[in-house]
């Protein structure tokens, strides 16, 4: 086993928890009703809420007064209450009242982090900045998901893994043959391949050379101010009209041991083979991908989470091994800034 030195440590226990300054979607959008929902993500306790008009707001789960959770508390539109002692907080993280004594120099201040908020295709995301105040780039979403003659399911799973074995496993197209062998869509096929990488606009593609159009063939890794994987499979005719069937993946850290993935189920269809495609999905295929990702799962939340270092890999795992340098070498320069940003703070003062 190689051992690490110090920096590459850091890099490893900074990737652990999550890279930033991107989008990540957090929860779905149906998991956040009028009672605020508090949450952790890239190892921070966040608590989202809707305002009168229901858009998101999200702020540090924390009370500025002694700190209970502001989760807790109650959702007054543009603020919450804390439970404890009713200190309320806005949107930016301000402290709006102190009810409890009259005049309190208190109200005005800004004490709590807001996070920049976008609720879209189902789902809403929250951007992690590397270093506080620094601009916020547009969320810019794969094709399939922004453009309307698609029509998409979210489907959201929580997997007590790190969120890099969730994302490895998605540049793994050769696991379709064998782990999902006996699905309704990846039991076709070769069961060896010869792979190949090709750069794109915002990532690479990793695929097969020798078969396309067949199982899951390739998949591609883009970075548009989120982290996003999109892979096709191929579709029966049995299952309805449309090409094929899209997916779009994205995994969030909840900690080092947590995560939540999200995948977007998509199809081409417009008009009636819309309805037709909805109404075959929620009838017949969710339950069938959901046995699909319940084969991962398994997988991946019975892996030690010591396996990275014990592997041996092969001429599959180039897709992920690419994937695994460019995280790194974002990391890399994150953890720059943040010292940067750090030295400069400290001449400050
Ligand atoms: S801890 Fe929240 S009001 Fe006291
Ligand atoms: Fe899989």
Known sequence: MHTLSSSEQAVRDYLDTGLRSLWYPVIASWELG??????TRLGENIVLWRDKEGVVRAIEDRCPHRGARLSRGWNLGDRLACWYHGVEVDGEGRIRDVPAVDNSPLVGKKCQRRYSVIET?????????TVEGEPVPELQLPRELS?????NFLCVASWRCNYQYAVDNVMDPMHGTYLHANSHSM???NR???MELKPTESGFVFKKTDQAGVNFDWVEYGNSGALWLRLSIPYKKCFGPGGPFWIVGMAVPEDRDHCRVFFWRIRKVEGWQRQAWRFLYRTKLEKLHWDVLEQDRMILEALDPAARDLENLYEHDVGLQRLRRVMQKLAKAQLARRAEAESSQGAGH
């Open 34 to 39: 009028s009672e605020p929902l508090g949450i």
């Open 192 to 194: 060896q391949a010869e």
């Open 147 to 151: 453009d309307d003659s698609y029509s």
């Open 187 to 189: 039991a076709e096929g």
């Open 121 to 129: 295709q189902g789902a809403i995301f929250l951007y992690f900045p």
